[in-house]
């Protein structure tokens, strides 16, 4: 008996095999890991969890997957969930991203599609009401996302036309694809879709680029999955838009407001790879990208109202004919002050060039940052990077990410993300590793989002990156254990947005959980039990590793050296991450979700949360 | 009861609704679709996209383009259908289907300037705008929501509809154009 | 108790019409008064209008700058208010202002600033009622974003000229 929300079915490729298969969850599977991330996280165990210590996270075997939720497309702000074991972290990341595509597989009929395997030749994959098929990619394998985009909305709506003529015409498919980064298999890249957005934590577009795939496409022609309470959920539907149409702030100014509010304000924004974080350079605020590039601003994800998105397009000088978002705030620092750049045309160019590549805007550019860095300090020099890596070049960080995302030269070093990068480079210097990693930004080998923890004033703090098993991952931030699970955590299982999550209130978001899927969903029981239930056999598999990389408990539950380091300017000049806050609400974190000291899931926690197989696995951590 | 007196109360009674037009503004579609989802909750009684019989097309994001019945003051589709399946509403001026009547020939698809019909998603019957009786329900969420993009006119009919029945893509490159320049040209093959 | 307002503006939505210049005029001076009204449309070319206004920044540098404390503000919406019978018309306030907003009235020479019309402003009254939704209400807290909307009327033009023309746009204003 399929709960109301869900589609029913499941699709299972085998790329190596080209074989397509359906399948289906039980019932309390779905109850209890509700969906997107947390279902992600129950199929990687069920599949490879007994071999994860072992099993290289870009092997054929890892699982590809593209989840969605019950609540994808009936709540505010339709959003798909990819993952796998992440090739950057060896852990799980629930990934999400906003894109039609979601809709379009459960119009189509299915919740979400798993790809193991390795095809011998690049393809793509097409869902539509008669289910999936594999198609030849070769003519897209190379190409830009922005082209790769283009060319799949004229060629799969021809081509569902010519296999259903005559019944009026064929809207374009969603789609989801990955750039040249993922192709080239840059640790750190993203999946992309919608021109600019992504999915970009977790390293996935390498995962997918491993396996030969370039896209995931859909086209449905059903209604949205059918609900428990129809009535309800029509009337909570509307009230829930209230909220999203009533945040102004979000709706005028998009997320871009932080390039100056972050920097200005709560001294929190990454400048020259984080060794400041304040600035008050008035031209990054919203007038400048308003008055000059926004050509659409009022722009929307499916069933969204809060529109934080904007459409920029530079129509003059050498960036003519750039299109992307605002940008969204990660970009404006990742790709502006990150940088050292501080004018909006420069950055709304980068921004372009991310999504163009097929880079996680955040995750690349910090590789990128970390570089200019070690350039600035001799460690690279001209000779290693071909050219002179000064901050606030544009030209110098454009080239920089060409050769990232093509890995030449040093670019084939960078794109094995931050962590590893500085392994390696301190390899090439003769140096100790502590030398290199002392300059690296990221948590778990996920570099950190544009939100820092020193001066105190963002919403980010001690343990938020540290105790988090997605490291340096924004969007997931740590609390307490017990608020945070109905944060991030719901809505990447939603799967749906955190923005339009933040007009109507919590209580609105879960009775709409529950006239959906008819579960009896609180916010209690997913604090005390879902969420726990999803984020335990996370982290159970983090601590797992992989063979290139283990994260050691407790020592790597830490924020990088530089977060400990004094702010030099600006109004928290001299504050520093707070280390024992850290040790003390650690310590708290673990305990509220009943792991032990060092952060190990006790045997009790994984019996209460029925996750009793994984404590074989476990002993060997406890002390 | 004197008669008369109840003819004028039946009289006052009737619903007097006037000719609906709705407007269309492509650059201000959000691109949201709970266009789609309104009039699918209404019309099939849950959300369900394909069966809208107002449709989102989105050619290249960005580009989101409103594709419904102008109610063409000529009336090429119900003048093309081979089995007097279509009709018009006196007061609303709306196309009707009758669904039992229908063939699912596709001659109304075929005659409509911006081919707007289509056939349903699951009953294949051809499909168009009714205007909801007047009070259309995609134009109450986009309202709602402040967009604007669809509006309601109360004009008199005028040649001019027909001018607004245009394919979706054709829009959408004309859109692009106006909002990216010579780069538009590029972005919808 | 009048909660703390702001005009958020949108340059691209602005139709030109200057309405908001006679409504302002009408509500301060009794009559239509442009050259008089605390919001001004400049329009540096056709099609690419301005309105340019106060935005009280959070720090209000032409309060502080005024030398003979004629400038002040209201605790309840934290407008800028003038006190002409102080004003002795140097022109302080104009240049301390990020985006030259204030300017001395045509009529009594005084220094003339918005003064939010005690919480219901008229301009986003007829703004609203048109149907531009270029200045819109906001209910706020002040921060120091609202100083980066206090910009010369003639930059944000530019801009604006670039984001509807192209490249011709850099060449309609000098």
């Known amino acids: 008996m399929t709960p109301g929300g869900y589609a029913g079915k499941w699709l299972d490729v085998d790329l190596t095999k080209g074989s397509v298969e359906e399948f289906s969850f039980p019932y309390k599977t779905l109850e209890q890991f509700f969906g997107g991330r947390g279902i992600a996280t129950k199929i990687l165990w069920d599949r490879i969890g007994r071999k994860w210590s072992e099993l290289d996270a870009l092997d054929p075997e890892n699982p590809l997957i593209f989840a969605t939720g019950p609540m994808t497309g009936i709540y505010p702000g339709a959003r798909i969930c990819v993952s796998g074991k992440s090739p950057v972290s060896n852990g799980v990341v629930g990934s999400t991203a906003a894109t039609e595509l979601a809709v379009e597989i459960r119009t189509a009929g299915y919740d979400g599609v798993v790809f193991t395997g390795k095809s011998d030749k690049p393809v793509y994959f097409l869902v539509t009401d008669k289910g999936g098929e594999l198609r030849d990619a070769g003519h897209l394998w190379g190409l830009d996302c922005e082209k790769t985009l283009i060319k799949l909305n004229k060629e799969v709506t021809d081509e569902l036309r010519k296999r259903k003529p005559n019944i009026g015409l064929w809207k374009e498919p969603g789609t989801m694809y990955i750039g040249p980064a993922g192709e080239n298999m840059v640790r750190n890249a993203a999946v992309c879709t919608k021109m600019c957005h992504a999915a970009g934590y977790g390293g996935y577009g390498s995962l997918m680029g491993s396996k030969n795939l370039k896209a995931v496409v859909a086209k449905g022609r059903g209604s949205l999955p059918k609900v428990d309470a129809p009535e309800a959920s029509y009337l909570l539907w509307r009230k829930a838009h209230e909220g999203c149409i009533n945040n102004t702030m979000f709706r005028r100014w998009g997320t871009g407001h932080l390039a100056y509010g972050a920097g200005a304000d709560t001294s929190s924004e990454p400048i020259r790879n984080w060794q400041e974080e304040w600035h008050d350079q008035k031209q990054t605020g919203v007038p400048h990208y308003m008055d000059r590039f926004w050509v659409k601003v009022k722009w929307a994800d499916f069933n969204c109202t809060t529109n934080c998105m904007k459409v920029s397009c530079i129509k003059t000088g050498p960036w003519k004919g750039d299109i992307t978002d605002v940008p969204d705030y990660e970009l404006q620092a990742y790709c502006g002050t990150n940088f050292g750049i501080f004018d909006p045309e420069d950055n709304v160019h980068m921004a372009t060039l991310m999504d163009k590549l097929g880079h996680s805007g955040i995750n690349g550019p910090n590789t990128m940052g970390y570089a200019a860095e070690l350039y600035q300090r001799g460690i690279l020099t001209e000779e290693d990077i071909g050219f002179k890596l000064e901050w606030g070049d544009t030209k110098a960080f454009d080239k920089l990410a060409h050769m990232m995302a093509y890995r030449e030269g040093i670019g084939d070093v960078l794109a094995e993300g931050t962590y590893r990068a500085a392994l390696k480079i301190a390899e090439m210097k003769g140096l100790k590793p502590e030398e290199t990693l002392r300059y690296a930004i990221h948590v778990k080998g996920i570099e950190i989002g544009a939100h820092g923890t020193r001066s105190d004033k963002d919403y980010t703090h001690d343990i938020s990156y540290a105790a988090s098993v997605q490291g340096g991952d924004h969007t997931s931030n740590v609390t307490d254990g017990y608020s945070d699970m109905s944060d991030a955590v719901f809505q990447d299982s939603g799967v749906f947005c955190m923005f339009t999550a933040r007009g109507p209130s919590q209580k609105l978001i879960f009775d709409f959980a529950k006239a959906i899927t008819g579960f009896p969903i609180t916010i209690e029981s997913w604090r005390r039990e879902t969420g726990p239930r999803i984020v335990t056999l996370q982290k159970a598999l983090l601590l797992m590793g992989g063979p290139d990389v283990t994260w050691a408990p407790i020592k790597d539950d830490d924020n990088p050296p530089r977060f400990y380091e004094p702010l030099p300017s600006g109004p928290y000049k001299g504050q520093v991450t707070d280390r024992e806050r850290v040790d003390i609400r650690i310590q708290a974190y673990f305990e509220t979700l009943g792991w032990d000291e060092r952060g190990i899931p006790t045997k009790e926690t994984l019996d209460r949360l029925g996750l009793s197989d994984v404590e074989p696995l476990m002993k060997k951590y406890r002390r | ?189």
């Open chain 2, 1 to 189: 009861m004197p008669h008369y007196k109840s003819n004028i109360r039946i009289l006052l009674v009737k619903k007097m609704v006037k000719p609906t037009w709705i407007a269309r503004d492509q650059s201000a579609c959000s691109g949201c679709r709970r266009c789609e989802l309104a009039c699918s909750m209404h019309h099939e009684g849950w959300m369900w996209p394909e069966a809208s019989r107002v449709r989102i097309f989105m050619p290249f994001p960005g580009l989101e383009v409103v594709h419904l019945c102008s109610q063409c003051q000529d009336y090429p589709c119900v003048a093309s259908c081979p089995v007097e399946a279509l009709s018009t509403d006196p007061d609303t001026k709306a196309v009707i289907v009758d669904r039992e009547k229908c063939i699912s020939c596709g001659a109304c698809i075929r005659a409509c300037p911006g081919q707007v019909p289509f056939l349903h998603p699951g009953d294949n019957k051809a499909t168009i705008c009714d205007l909801c009786d007047g009070e259309p329900k995609c134009v109450e969420v986009c309202t709602e929501a402040g967009y604007n993009a669809l509006t309601l006119t109360d004009e008199g009919s005028n040649i001019h509809r027909k001018l607004y029945s245009r394919h979706p893509v054709e829009v959408a490159k004309d859109l692009a154009v106006k909002l990216f320049g010579e780069k538009g040209e590029e972005v919808i093959e």
